[in-house]
């Protein structure tokens, strides 16, 4: 059973900044790819950023790419989204994902995390 918890989630005004984390345990935490996924109300489960198994891939949302940053830290089974120069459009419940390889799609990940709340204020 692999169990992934998030944390960072918070309130931020427009133009802010905030780091989401996420440890994932139960498993080799290596031999997953990771994913950020966010919903917002009324919305469907859209993707945010993906992480190869080593960390030497990456892949982002139009809408966030230049501003978001996803990272992993195998050593410490962990997977981190750094968020800059937030807008009130990525208000959402954020949930970490681990699947066997990197992709967009959320049907290609196996195991979520409960999610965090991000609210942007404008």
């Known amino acids: 059973q692999v169990q992934l918890v998030e944390s960072g989630g918070g309130f931020v005004q427009a133009g802010g900044s905030l780091r989401l984390s996420c440890v994932v345990s139960g498993r080799t935490f290596s031999s997953y790819a990771m994913g950020w996924f966010r919903q917002a109300p009324g919305k469907e489960r859209e993707f945010v950023a993906a992480?190869?198994?080593?960390?030497?891939?990456?892949s982002y949302a139009e809408s966030v790419k230049g501003r978001f940053t996803i990272s992993r830290d195998n050593a410490k089974n962990t997977v981190a989204l750094r968020m800059n120069s937030l807008k009130p459009e990525d208000t959402a419940v954020y949930y970490c994902a681990a699947g066997v390889v990197q992709s967009g799609l959320v049907r290609s990940y196996d195991y979520w995390g409960q999610g965090t709340q991000v609210t942007v204020s404008s």
């Open positions: 992480l190869s198994r080593n960390g030497g891939s990456t």
